[in-house]
């Protein structure tokens, strides 16, 4: 049973950081994991992804230069590291395990879910 565990979220002041992790555990393995985040009122949305094997790295373009999604392969654990953090990005963070050899943008391609962590930036 695949579990993802989302910390590291909390309330920061327009300008700061936070870091976010995401710690799988389980089978079976997951060949990417996303980070989604979901505001009130709107919509879940793509912010960033890696794959665990190649480590390749796709942003959403409102994150691009901002932040920064890693991978610990020994830890099991993906982060986001979340910087020049303005009140737009006040959000629900969730991460996400897709099984599959494409990496995806499509939150519909992932098949596990972490619980969220909630991210609230103050201006």
């Known amino acids: 049973q695949v579990q993802l565990v989302e910390t590291g979220g909390g309330l920061v002041q327009a300008g700061g950081s936070l870091r976010l992790s995401c710690a799988a555990s389980?089978?079976?393995?997951?060949?990417?994991i996303g980070w989604f985040r979901q505001a009130p009122g709107k919509e879940r949305e793509f912010v960033a992804a890696?794959?665990?094997?190649?480590?390749?790295?796709y942003y959403a373009d409102s994150v691009k230069g901002r932040f920064t999604i890693s991978r610990d392969n020994a830890k099991n654990t993906v982060y986001l590291q979340m910087n020049s953090l303005t009140p737009q990005d006040t959000a629900v963070y969730y991460c996400a395990g897709k099984l599959g050899v494409i990496i995806s943008q499509q939150s519909g391609a992932y098949a596990y879910w972490g619980q969220g962590t909630q991210v609230t930036v103050s201006s």
């Open positions: 389980g089978r079976p393995l997951m060949s990417s």
């Open positions: 890696i794959k665990w094997s190649s480590g390749n790295i």
